[in-house]
Structures are given as C-alpha cells and as structure tokens.
C-alpha cells in the first residue's frame, strides 16, 4: 500500500521551458564579434580571421567523425588537400578548360565527397589506433601524387590558387564569405548532432552494443557522416587554396593534420560549441606566440596534455552548465506504472518468441546445451540459475549477439536470424544489460531517447537542414522520452547528464530506453542488482505493468523473492542445460532446483 501512496503522491508530468536561445547565445555573440572585425580595419587580422573560418569549416566535419562517433581521423589533412588541388587545377584549366571558381570548388566539394568515404571505410572494421594509421597513410599518398602528377599539380613547385571574383576579391569580401560558410557549417552539423542521427553516433561511440540493440546500423550511419565531413573538407581545402593565392605540398603539413584533430580534442567530445573554440584558440596561438613558431607541434602537444589532464572533457565540459547543478542525495525513484498504457498502448496480438534445442559452445565447454524456451505475450517469464547457468548467454543469442551453432528461433511464428543483433529493434525486441550501457556524457533525456531511433523516418538530409518532418519527429520524440522518464521516476532528471546518476537510476534509465521502443518482447538481464529493497519493490510493480500491456518480459534475476513474486512461469538452467521449467510453485517444490539452486 505504501508503493500505491507513493505512485499516486507523484507530482505530475512538467516538459522543461528553457528557452531554445539559452543554447544559441554564444554562437550569435561570436557571429556579432566576427560581423564587426572589419572595423578594425587591419587586413591582417581579415587574413587570420579568414583562415579561423576555413579551418572550422574542417573542423566542424571532422568533429562528427571524432567527437561524436569517437573516430580516430589524424590525417584529415588528406581531404583539405584534395580540395584546395582539385579546385585550383580546375580553375587553372589543367586538365580541361578553365572553370568558374564557383563550380571548381562545387566539383571540389563532391571529390570530397567520395574520398571521404573511401577514407571512411576502413573504420567499419578497424579501431582507434589502426584507423588512426590508415587516415595518416591516405595523407601520405596524396601527398605524393601532388609531387609526382607535376603535369597537373606542378609538383614540388606547387599551382596558383583560384580568384575569386568580385567583391569577394578583396580581403574583408573574401572574409565575409568564408564567414557566411563557417555559419552554415555551423547550423548544419549542429542540426545533426541535435538529430537522432547525432544520438545515435554518440551511442556507438560509448555504448555500441546498447546502439545495436537499439536499432542502430553503425555502417550506414558512419557513411553518411564520412560523405559529410569529406565534402566540408574539400570545400575548405578550396577556400583554403585560394587564400593562399598559392599551394605547393609543402602547406599541408602534418603539424595542419595535427592541429585540425587537436581542436575536436581540447573542444570536447558531443558539442559543437566547445571544438569552435579549441579551433579559435588553435589557429589564434601562433600569432600570439610568433617567436615560438618552430615549436608549434611541442605547443600543441602540452595543451592537449593540459587539457587531457586537467579538463578531461575540454572546453565542452567547462562551459556545460549540467555539471554544475546540484542534485539532490536523497533522492527516490518513484515509478508511475499508470503512465505506461499511454506510453507502450496495447501489444496487438503476438504469437510469441521461441528457441528450440539451442546449442551455443565456447571452446569446449557448452554455454548453452538444448535449449527449449518459450516467452509469451503479456508474461512475465523468470530465468533463473547458478552463475555461469548460460543466463546472460541465453539472453545474448536471443538478441543476436551470439549466434548459436544449433538450433532454431521464431519470433511471431516467423524464423528469428541469428547473428543479427541490429535487426532485433525492428521485431520488437527490446532488453537492458548486467552492466547498464549509458552514454555518460549526453543528457538522460538524449539516453532515452536513442531508444527511439528506428521509429524515425526523416533522412540525414532532412536531419541536415532541419526540415519540417524532421522537427515535428524531435518535438514527438522528446515528448515520448519525457513520458518514458517519468512512467520509471526519472521525469525529474531528464536534463542531467547520466555520468551523475546513482547506480539505480541508471537501471531505470535504461528500462526507459528499452520502452520507447513499444516492445513486443522486453529483456532485463538482472534490473535488480544493486538496488534497494524499496526500489526491488518498485521495480517489481513497473515489470507487472509492463506484462500487463501485452509485452512478454524475460527477466535474469538473482533475487529469488523478485522472480518468484512476479514471474508467471520460470526456466531454471544449470550448466546451460534446462534443469526445471515451470510455474513458481511448482519450481520452488522441485527437488533438483532445490538442492542446485534454492538451498535447502
């Protein structure tokens, strides 16, 4: 009765009011600032200037690919010198006859575009350091075809730049320019980040097998991202070559590739407001520090260091207020399962999830070993065992992470494939995991709201000019998420980061996640774990709820008194072999579980 009083003592529902320009202020205060730089009237200023806003049109591509997908791009130099030869041979008529610059950097723009992909693909396979090698390598190779294709490029004694035409001849003209592209930048990938596409980048970044069960397709996401940066990059490259007026290979220097990447890092991974700053910054040090020219990479280098030592998360972590906000330490996790009706509806008919004689080795020990199980609709099923039983193996296999060696799978009577662990979402299978998959660094709304990432129709281009389908689905997705929160006892902590939640917060948190997915099917691999008695007690009433619209819940749980209190039917496995499967009366009555399992 107390759990009832406290649901029903739950304040209401309330959406946040923040203002949406709380956000975009210093965006605009840095546009005013560089709108007004011209009154200084020191063209040399119009030249640093001009080169701050090529190098952020880079960077803020790169950005996606390091900050938010947590891609270790060095050598994107690669693709800024792809674009600055491309648009000069073609302006110079090299190859063919002369172009306007316009189309020359378009052109430019789409070489770009292509490359970045092919820069991008070894990341579907290869991680971290081994990427790293692959984008310093690529660098190197344009490197050489610039000095070696000297019929086109000029080779080592390099190629004129393209001229603009008029006004954007003249230093400030130009200035403008390059200023108006950087904004634009700007607003598109910061329309990306803010996206479900953003969400999902940064999840495969932290949390990739929670994006996978999510419904998040890593391959087809990064592409999309790497079309993206390498295009913005071309295009810099050719802004870039005509400020230069000329370019030989030696202006795109390892020390560039470096300071583009260092930018991202010392700005902050998930933001877009902190790698603009760590760009400002980077680009304004060898002015301010001229006589230190020659150590530029040292410099460099002990900033990263500072950074990394002193402000893990970068400019990003100083300047984002959620950090700052105290939270209360007695706080309580109050669920309100009457919000769940409105949330999931009701599961139309289902004819539930099947395994038969499922065989799943590890060396030659036998995770699973025959497995027969059966989840149906609106049940709450127990699977319960000693540690190392095949519980969690069980689990895996059914969301596709492992894929068995025997053994079929059904799902709605339809065969469930193996091995496909992105395609669950789209059949209904939703699951949490032993150790909750979080992004730490993102709001427990964003968290949530990944949960969500299928049920989006609008496509990375509508994302990218924020285009009225695309707005309405975010405004709809975040109502949802809000509703999610609240229905677990989180509605209060939508805007925190997750990195600042206590560890049962984070267990709801990720319930949540699972239920904007309206699942048919939910698995929870062990949600009582390190909560308290009260929470037990809460959890215990939102799993019923849930089973009670129609969802078939299959429950991993070493707390006998949970399985055993809400559970419908119960498969008790020991050694990966199903050692007793039936209601819980009967399964506390059973011999063998009994002397195996229960004690006694």
Not at 321 to 328: D, G, I, S, T
Not at 433 to 461: C, D, H, K, W, Y
Not at 549 to 559: D, F, K, N, P, Y
Request: hydrophobic share 50%.
């Amino acid at each position: 009765m107390a759990i009832v009083k406290d649901m029903a003592a739950a304040p209401p529902i309330a959406l946040p009011t923040a203002s949406p320009f709380a956000a975009l202020w210093p965006f605009a205060a840095l546009l005013g600032l560089a709108v007004l730089l011209p009154l200084t009237g020191n063209e040399y200023w119009a030249l640093i200037a001009t080169r701050a806003c090529i190098y952020w049109v880079l960077v803020s591509g790169l950005n996606l690919i390091v900050g938010y997908a947590g891609q270790l791009a060095i050598g994107y130099v690669a693709l800024l010198t792809i674009g600055a030869y491309t648009t000069a041979v073609l302006a110079a008529g090299n190859l063919f006859e002369p172009l306007h610059p316009f189309l020359a950097l378009t052109i430019a723009a789409l070489t770009g575009a292509v490359f970045g992909v092919v820069v991008g693909l070894p990341a579907l396979r290869l991680r971290t350091f081994y990427f790293a090698m692959t984008t310093l390598g690529f660098a190197t190779i344009v490197t050489q075809v610039a000095l070696a294709w000297q019929d086109v490029t000029g080779g080592g004694i390099g190629i004129v730049g393209p001229t603009m035409p008029a006004p954007l001849d003249t230093a400030w003209g130009f200035y403008y320019a390059c200023l108006a592209v950087a904004a634009v930048c700007t607003w598109i990938t910061g329309n990306i980040a803010r996206s479900r596409f953003g969400r999902a980048l940064v999840t495969v970044r932290d949390a990739e097998v929670a994006a996978e069960a999510s419904g998040i397709a890593k391959p087809r996401l990064l592409i999309w991202v790497f079309i993206l940066a390498g295009a913005l990059a071309a295009f810099a490259g050719g802004l870039f070559a005509t400020l230069q007026t000329y370019i030989t290979p030696d202006a795109f220097t390892f020390d560039l590739s470096l300071l583009f990447f260092i930018a991202v890092l010392i700005g902050g991974r998930g933001s877009i407001l902190g790698p603009l700053l760590g760009t400002l910054l980077l680009t304004l040090l060898p002015e301010v520090a001229a006589p230190l020219a020659a150590w530029s990479t040292f410099l460099y280098a002990a900033l990263l260091l500072v950074i990394v030592l002193a402000i893990p998360g970068g400019i990003a972590a100083l300047i984002d207020p959620r950090n700052r906000r105290a939270l209360p330490d007695n706080r309580a996790v109050i669920p309100r399962p009457e919000l769940l009706p409105a949330l999931l509806g009701q599961q139309p008919p289902h004819a539930g999830l099947a395994l038969r004689n499922i065989v799943l080795a590890f060396g030659g020990v036998r995770a699973i070993d025959g497995l027969d199980l059966d989840l149906r609709p609106g049940e709450v099923h127990g699977l319960i065992g000693p540690n190392g039983s095949g519980k969690t193996t069980t689990l895996n296999v059914i969301s596709g992470y492992y894929r068995p060696e025997t053994g079929e799978m059904t799902c709605d009577a339809a065969p469930l494939p193996a091995g496909d662990a992105v395609g669950r979402a789209a059949r209904g299978i939703a699951r949490t995991f032993q150790t909750p998959r979080v992004v730490g660094e993102a709001s427990v709304l964003e968290n949530v709201m990944v949960g969500a990432m299928i049920e989006g129709r609008a496509g990375f281009l509508e994302a990218l000019l924020s285009l009225p389908r695309q707005r309405r689905e975010e405004r709809e997705t975040t109502a949802r998420a809000h509703q999610a929160l609240a229905a677990v006892g989180l509605g209060a902590l939508a805007d925190v980061r997750a990195d600042r939640l206590q560890h049962s917060e984070l267990r709801f948190m990720e319930i949540a996640r699972a239920l904007m997915l309206r699942p048919a099917f939910l698995m929870l691999d062990e949600p009582a774990a390190g909560l308290s008695t009260d929470e037990i007690k809460r959890l215990d009433q939102l799993i019923r709820a849930v089973g009670r619209q129609g969802t078939g819940v299959l429950l991993v749980e070493h707390h006998a008194d949970l399985i055993f209190e809400i559970c419908d039917r119960i498969t008790v496995l020991n050694l990966g072999k199903v050692l007793a499967a039936g209601t819980p009366d009967e399964i506390r009555t059973h011999k063998e579980v009994v002397s195996a399992y229960l004690g006694g």
